[in-house]
């Protein structure tokens, strides 16, 4: 079974308690549409599972297939710099049949951020290290498509599914070992 | 994630080499069209690793998920010095319409005439639904198989295999350079 080989630490996009249960890393793509399906779905589950899951989020870009893939991720990557990262990241899910430079300007201006420095952000491939570091990362520990989710270290390989996904949380959280 | 037939088709065994040619075994020759006009052979690559990629069928959707994530991780494999092949059966028609759709960095091999036949050598045809299996073979600079896997057909493999592969030979005393003699 695939196991996640970039341990989660301080440096990831982390949203929960870090003593929580169950970890669930995602490793998604901003232009995917089973990403954009899986958002929804990644919410109920922390909607239901409350302080017991800590989500993680981490960049895969399959860019020669999503042209707008790369944009957004430096755009989230961008607002996360400034504190904004969960918030950018959603609004870029919501907003996926948008995603372009308009709106990456609109998610900066309506957080205080600068649509300028976002625009620098995007010239100077500043943030391409870590989304190319996440992407790394991701297929050393066998990611085959986007999303992919590891809990607990390992590769959850259902459907993205509430149901199923809750199942398998619960397991995982039975299991313990969490990492 | 849609998934067809083809995708969700299982696997059948009867190939007349049983499994896929394991590590250590000299890598047999392959000549095939990479266009229609342009054949691509084997030996022309030795003195750098191979990455075969056999799979069921152009189109398809674990097919195209999965050589766009080589697409994708085609940069990594260059720092290997490896190069990548796909093949399935498709004609050469067939792989340049889909190179092209898909944007891919890479070769498409044709293994349409006689069909399956470099697919039977390495063991990885599938004579009852007529596709090659999803294998996955390294072959070293030398031209032996250093590392192969067969992937069940509804199942993408990814690309950590290969370069957990690529990676050990990299680590092999023989991925040294070789002296030269006069």
């Known amino acids: 079974m695939a196991t996640l080989k970039v341990p989660v630490t301080a440096n990831d996009h982390r949203q929960g308690r870090a003593d929580a249960k169950v970890t669930l890393v995602e490793y998604g793509d901003y232009e995917c549409p089973y990403c954009g399906l899986a958002y929804w779905v990644v919410k109920q589950l922390q909607q239901h599972f409350g302080e017991d899951l800590l989500l993680v989020f981490r960049n895969f870009p399959l860019t020669t297939a999503h042209p707008h893939a790369l944009g957004a991720a430096v755009t989230a990557e961008y607002a996360g710099s400034r504190g904004f990262f969960w918030e950018a990241h959603d609004e870029l899910y919501e907003h996926q049949d948008r995603l372009g430079v308009p709106l990456y300007g609109a998610i900066a201006l309506r957080h205080g951020l600068s649509s300028d420095e976002l625009a620098v952000a995007m010239q100077t491939d500043i943030y391409l290290p870590k989304i190319q570091s996440d992407f790394n990362g991701g297929v050393r520990s066998g990611v085959n498509g986007t999303p992919a989710f590891y809990m607990n270290g390992l590769r959850y390989d259902g459907p993205p599914e509430v149901t199923e996904m809750s199942q398998a949380i619960e397991l995982s959280s039975a299991r313990g070992l969490n990492r | ?182």
């Open chain 2, 1 to 182: 994630m849609n998934t067809s037939a083809l995708d969700d088709a299982k696997e059948t065994t009867n190939s007349p080499v049983q499994g896929p040619l394991p590590a250590g075994t000299v890598a047999p020759d392959i000549s095939l069209y990479a266009t229609p006009d342009q054949r691509l052979s084997l030996h022309e690559l030795k003195g750098s690793p191979v990455i075969l990629a056999f799979y069921p069928a152009d189109w398809s959707s674990v097919c195209g998920d999965q050589l766009t994530l080589y697409n994708q991780v085609l940069p990594t494999f260059r720092e290997y010095g490896a190069t990548l092949l796909g093949i399935s059966v498709d004609s050469a028609w067939c792989h340049q319409a889909f190179v092209k759709d898909r944007g891919f960095h890479f070769s498409l091999l044709a293994d349409f005439e006689p069909k399956g036949a470099v697919a039977r050598q390495y063991g990885v045809y599938d004579s009852h639904l007529g596709v090659c299996k999803r294998a996955l073979f390294v072959i070293d600079k030398e031209g032996v198989v250093a590392w192969s896997y067969v992937s069940p057909m509804a199942i993408n493999p990814g690309a950590d295999g290969i370069l957990d592969a690529l990676d050990a030979l990299a680590d092999s005393p023989t991925a040294r350079p070789p002296k030269t003699s006069r």
